[in-house]
């Protein structure tokens, strides 16, 4: 895209957030999809944390803190529209976690809740490709 | 559903913002805009550089306003020639795909 210039350099993002994170229930990832952008944020920060989205291509962008440049997520764009169709296995556990089968709503939410984790994982494997191999490790690391 | 503001682009086209967008879908998926209701109308009214078609979706332009450190994006969905804000945030770079739509060059 001609005009537009790269206000921050992706070798500028920091990655301590990410390694210094552990996954537990008490330490969620937060996930939210946004059904009308067709965007999904996983992020180990809490939903209401400030953010500025770093593109690495036309689906992916690292979400970072403004004041110390720590990576702390991943938003996906087109995501049912582009980025599904092209990845089946995230795919095939997205489409798990919104299943709507389960007759038990307290079913659904467990499923949905041990769904998230593994479409992390196939997020960061499918995008694996298109970042930079310390970011990759990382968000890796966090999204275990 | 009230709107949070109205604003015309450089083309003409009138953009609208309701306020179920702004607090669901923006504030919520992106608290850093909190009080740029002002810079999105603005993105609109006079964007950085130009219009672009957004790289997945036909029937959406972007529009990006240079703040200090960061562009503020803004995302409208056109249904002919009256658009709606679907999303809005900050970010520090172009995303690759998109293309300029206006101005149109004349070479």
């Known amino acids: ?144 | 559903m009230a709107n949070v503001f109205e604003a015309t682009d450089p083309r003409g086209r009138r953009v609208t913002c309701t306020d179920e967008t702004w607090d669901n879908h923006i504030l919520t998926g992106h608290p850093i805009m909190e009080g740029q209701e002002g810079d999105v109308q603005a993105a609109i009214q006079k964007p950085t550089i130009g219009i672009f078609r957004d790289a997945h979706f036909e029937d959406r332009e972007v529009y990006y306003l240079l703040k200090r450190r960061t562009y503020v994006k803004v995302v409208v969905r056109f249904d002919g020639d009256v658009g709606t804000v679907i999303t809005a945030f900050e970010t520090d770079s172009p995303k690759r795909g998109e293309r300029m739509i206006w101005p149109v060059s004349s070479d």
């Open chain 1, 1 to 144: 895209m001609a005009g537009l210039e790269r206000l921050m350099p992706t070798s500028e993002l920091k990655t301590n957030a990410l390694k210094a994170f552990r996954p537990g229930p008490y330490n969620p990832l937060f996930f939210k999809y946004d059904p009308v952008f067709d965007a999904l944020k996983i992020q180990i920060v809490p939903p209401e944390t400030k953010t500025i989205v770093h593109y690495v291509d036309d689906y992916v962008g690292l979400l970072y803190t403004p004041d110390d440049l720590e990576i702390v997520g991943l938003q996906v764009e087109a995501f049912e529209h582009g980025f599904l169709p092209s990845h089946d296995a995230v795919r095939r556990v997205w489409r798990l976690s919104d299943s709507c089968e389960l007759e038990d709503f307290g079913d659904m939410i467990l499923a949905v809740e041990r769904a998230k984790p593994e479409v992390a994982r196939e997020v960061v494997k499918a995008t694996k490709d298109t970042l930079d191999e310390p970011i990759s490790e990382a968000l890796e690391h966090a999204y275990a």
